[in-house]
């Protein structure tokens, strides 16, 4: 990133190369180009969940904690988004959370930008101004830190869009129309295969829990079936319609007292005679 090599949202095939090669060196270790990919599109995600978190109103993050403060209704929503990974920001924060905003805060879809799939083609309108969007500014959330010796004000964060901000900044040589769009396509095409790669997962989990739960049905089933409750409603009404001389009041009542599993245990459990009296004191 240091030496301008990105291109749209990723390198070049030789950079990659480069990049393996640095990582050899230094770990050792050779990772892989598609391994290194693979760990840079998990630390965009990472970057655009967790500045997604920190731009929702009433949410704040210390940065020297690492603690994100959020009420409980909030984390529920975003839960419904992804309850993993939003639990370990609950838990942990997000580590190097403004190394990864200098890396991605220009190639990171957020907001509008990161439309799902399935969503219908924008306008020509709306498609004009997520290319503005896209091309001229990228979201990442500032975080203040304030002098300890200052008086209790609270750490707060905010959103910032980059290259708005009044901070002096590099002239950067200007890039033609084309390449611009080139750009867009670029950033749409890794956005959506992304989430591609997202639904997949998902879907994936939601089919085999949805198997589990089934089996877990069938054998509760097969349990049931082959182990009936001896104090069930059922084997209660079955004592009741035996007895003789037990007038329609005393038999609707007995029906109500049924809904209570304690009171089914004692009625089935208890000497036959007293049954009746029993029934006549409810």
């Known amino acids: 990133m240091k030496s301008n090599a990105l291109q749209c949202s990723t390198f070049t095939k030789d950079e990659w190369g480069k990049i393996n090669a640095t990582m050899i060196a230094t770990t ?23 500045s997604e978190l920190l731009g929702h109103t009433g949410v704040t993050w210390d940065p020297n904690t690492n603690k994100v403060n959020a009420a409980e209704e909030v984390w529920q929503h975003f839960y419904t988004v992804n309850k993993s990974d939003y639990k370990i920001f609950k838990r942990e924060g997000c580590k190097h959370y403004h190394i990864l905003g200098e890396i991605f805060s220009g190639t990171t879809a957020t907001g509008g930008l990161g439309n799902a799939s399935t969503q219908l083609p924008a306008t020509s309108d709306e498609e004009r101004q997520l290319e503005d969007d896209f091309l001229n500014r990228g979201v990442h959330v500032h975080v203040e830190n304030i002098d300890d ?56 989990y939601l089919k085999e829990k949805l198997s589990k739960i089934q089996r877990q049905s069938c054998n509760q089933s097969e349990f049931e079936a082959t182990s009936p409750d001896p104090y069930s409603n059922i084997v209660c009404l079955d004592i009741l319609n035996k007895m003789e001389g037990v007038s329609n009041e005393i038999y609707m009542k007995a029906l109500k007292a049924f809904k209570d599993p304690d009171f089914r245990v004692s009625f089935v459990r208890m000497p036959e005679a007293r049954r009746g009296p029993i029934l006549e004191l409810l």
């Open 28 to 50: 050792k270790m050779d990772y892989g180009i598609e391994r290194l990919k693979g760990k840079w599109n998990r630390l965009r995600k990472v970057h655009r969940m967790f």
């Open 149 to 204: 010796d200052a008086d209790e004000v609270p750490k707060r964060s905010r959103r910032e869009d980059i290259g708005t901000s009044g901070e002096r900044r590099r002239k950067e040589p200007k890039i033609s129309k084309s390449d611009k769009l080139e750009a867009c396509m670029a950033q749409w095409s890794s956005t959506v295969s992304l989430k591609n790669e997202e639904t997949e997962l998902r879907t994936l």
